[in-house]
């Protein structure tokens, strides 16, 4: 009976596991800057537009600091346009919206984009103030896992795109 | 005629219980596409100081019941059906007599439409344009008259400005009354101005809904052409209006 403290720690770490979110996959926070919103009742309107789009599984509105901060289902992409949708149908403007999530960056038809782990959402990489294209690269070809936080931007007929302003390696 | 108006208003936003916003005055605000809002309201009007030897004292309490539907989040469409019971006393050959009639008055159907906007954080400036048409719903022909019995146009255009702490409205309104059974109510042009400022909570909490007090000032304003029957102006009708006064509404 030696080793039973290890199986009850091996059973809570298991437990721990499976109940909890790994924070190093998928999108782990969206925010989302909301203009026109003035009052508590915008705030209603808002949530119950957003409350509706189907990638949308939490939200916190930040009437003070003109913000929304949503939390989208397990293995569910961002999709921008039907965020930007509903902001537009609750009578407001999407000022910006930003992500925070961990992948790779990955090289497809000269381009280097940023890869989301598991749900292999994509977004263009470009050079900013925070990150210059030698790192960029660096980062490219040691393969390795990062953290970014960014706006991201629609494109036509490109891929989203993500202004880099915080960026740290995943160990 | 000296004319006194009190009125209250409640809302109810889909599932959501209000007590907010101005009573006479109009906001360009749009609700959300499909949003449906119920506004009821309690007027109570008393006319007095009649010049004429009939002294003429009536006093008017009114329920419009308003259900307003955002068709997109730019255009709404509203109803408003009014519950009227009008009360008069009048001296005639010496002798003090009351009269009274009550009934649905005309139905109001109104289209909002937002033409400006500017989005700004914490901040949303508004310019809509109103346009609708009074029905002849209410009993025209009854002693103390409870609709115009004539089809009657009405435009405007609405402004606010609204922020986290406070809240300016422009609310002018025309209505081009027409005539019915050989009486024309003079046409009616509205000016409305109110002013809401944040009383509680005097800091704003970091996230979510929260209730919120406002301190309102309204003026309300009110100018009617002179009525004309067969023709002839009718001397004592028309005017020049004016209902200011302040109170405290609630926030869900």
């Known amino acids: 009976m030696k080793n039973k403290p290890y199986i009850v720690l091996m059973i809570l770490a298991i437990l721990f596991l499976s109940t909890t979110k790994n924070i190093f996959a998928e999108i782990e926070k969206v925010e989302i800057g909301v203009e026109g919103l003035s009052c508590p009742f915008c705030v209603w309107g808002l949530e119950k537009k957003l409350k509706a789009v189907n990638s949308i599984d939490k939200i916190s509105v930040h009437l003070k600091q003109a913000k929304v901060e949503i939390l989208l289902k397990s293995n569910t992409p961002l999709n921008i346009t039907d965020i930007k949708k509903a902001v537009k149908e609750a009578g407001f403007s999407t000022g910006y919206i930003r992500i925070t999530a961990t992948g790779n960056l990955i090289e497809k038809k000269d381009q280097i984009l940023f890869s989301v782990k598991d749900i292999s959402q994509e977004f263009l990489v470009y050079e900013t103030d925070i990150i210059s294209r030698d790192r960029i690269l660096e980062i490219l070809k040691s393969k390795v896992t990062i953290r970014i936080e960014g706006k991201v931007h629609e494109h036509k007929e490109l891929a989203p795109s993500i202004g880099v302003e915080k960026i740290e390696l995943v160990t | ?252």
């Open chain 2, 1 to 252: 005629m000296k004319k006194i108006i009190f009125s209250i208003s409640i809302y109810f936003l889909n599932t959501h219980f209000v007590l907010a916003v101005p009573i006479n005055s109009d906001v360009a605000l749009t609700p959300f596409k499909g949003q449906t809002i119920i506004r009821s309201q309690a007027k109570y009007a008393r006319k007095g100081d009649d010049p004429t030897d009939k002294d003429r004292k009536m006093q008017v309490w009114m329920f419009p019941n308003t259900f307003v539907y955002g068709l997109t989040e730019k255009l709404a469409v509203s109803l408003s059906v009014p519950y009227i019971d009008k009360g008069q006393k009048s001296t005639d050959s010496g002798i003090r007599s009351k009269t009274s009639d009550s009934g649905i008055g005309d139905i109001n159907l109104m289209s909002k439409y937002r033409i400006w906007s500017k989005d700004l954080p914490g901040e949303a400036i508004r310019f809509s344009l109103i346009t609708g048409l009074e029905l002849p719903t209410g009993d025209e022909k009854a002693q103390l008259k409870l609709g115009s019995g004539s089809f009657d146009p009405i435009a405007g255009i609405l402004f606010t400005m609204q922020s986290l702490n406070q809240e300016f409205d422009i609310d002018l309104a025309y209505q081009f009354n027409t005539e019915a059974g050989n009486y024309e109510f003079g046409d009616i042009f509205k000016y409305n101005l109110a002013y809401q400022r944040r009383i509680w909570p005097w800091v704003l909490p970091e996230k979510g809904i929260y209730s919120q007090l406002n301190l309102v000032l309204e003026f309300n304003g009110e100018y009617e052409q002179k009525d004309k029957s067969n023709g002839s102006i009718v001397k004592d009708s028309g005017g020049q209006y004016f209902i200011s006064f302040s109170r405290y509404p609630m926030g869900c």
